[in-house]
């Protein structure tokens, strides 16, 4: 016997929350608040609204299908199953946060605070949850594939993300390496730098977008669905052993970017999750390309 579909609704802990939690009251919040110009009724307003989406996107879930909930902090603690209908409940950046974590699931995006957030990936309203959840299992639903990049490194750990994944020292210091691309005859350029930004045609919105911007713009942005990745390497310093040359490029399907650790410590991380991160040491290799898998967003 098939499972029934199971609504998997992804939130996270609000503002508000996060500061009753610090504080201990409301009126301890709120004091802090006013201590340094803030409104604890405009925080609680926000708060109000989140939960108000949230139980109406609950209410809209079938009632033959299975639902249940999982916070943004337990995201790489939870399985998700392949009859999942992943409904993301919040920000456009929470989708982001999931998207590592599934292998083909639907997501339906949900706007919990239109105006605020951009929507470029909570697509939805929570009034539109009832009709939008038994056609995502109709054939024909139009669902957009947005690629992901993924970096795998030479002892099998890997990382997927939707935005981009940043590679370089933790704190953002200055790392050493060596760069060099999969289709340049196995060239290779010393490095002191930064770090490494590699981005998708979804990431073009955000970090992506502003390093792009810093360097003039010459290379394309990919829309989310192109095949197609942008990769900067950040304050490049020139020096008797390092260079400067390999400093901005495009990854298509097939084509990596290679990158071997000559530092005591590297990190890999995606959608700036840094406390999911794969760790690197001296001497390691990660290669960094378009993910074989997609995100596939409910239009």
Sequence with gaps: MSLAPRAVLVHRTTEYEELVARHGTHGQ??????????DIEEVTERHRRTRRSMAEVTAA??????????????????????????????????????AKYLTGQPVL???????RNPGVLVRHRPGDVAGLLPAVLARGTGVDELTMVEAVADDTQRLVALNEIYLGAPGHQTVRYRLGLD???????????????????TGASGWLRSVWQERGGALSLPRPTD??????????????????????????????LRLTVESERLVAFGDGMEGDAVQLTWGQTVRVGVCGERLRLVG
Excluded: C, H
Excluded at 29 to 38: D, E, N, Q, W
Excluded at 109 to 115: K, N, R, S, Y
Excluded at 230 to 249: D, I, K, M, Q
């Design 109 to 115: 995006g949900v706007d919990t605070d239109p105006g």
């Design 183 to 201: 289709d340049d005859r196995g060239a290779v350029e010393a490095q002191a730098s930064s770090g490494v930004l590699v981005g998708t045609g």
């Design 61 to 98: 879930v079938p009632l033959t299908w299975r639902q249940t909930r999982v916070e943004r902090a337990d995201l790489d603690r939870f399985l998700f199953a392949p009859e999942d209908v992943v409904v993301v409940v919040g920000q456009d950046g929470l989708v982001a946060n999931v």
């Design 29 to 38: 919040a709120a004091f802090f608040l006013r201590s340094r110009g803030g």
């Design 227 to 256: 095949d197609r990745l942008l990769w900067f390497v950040r304050e490049a310093w020139p020096s008797p052993v390092t260079g400067t040359s390999l400093v901005a490029g495009e990854l298509a399907v097939g084509s990596g």
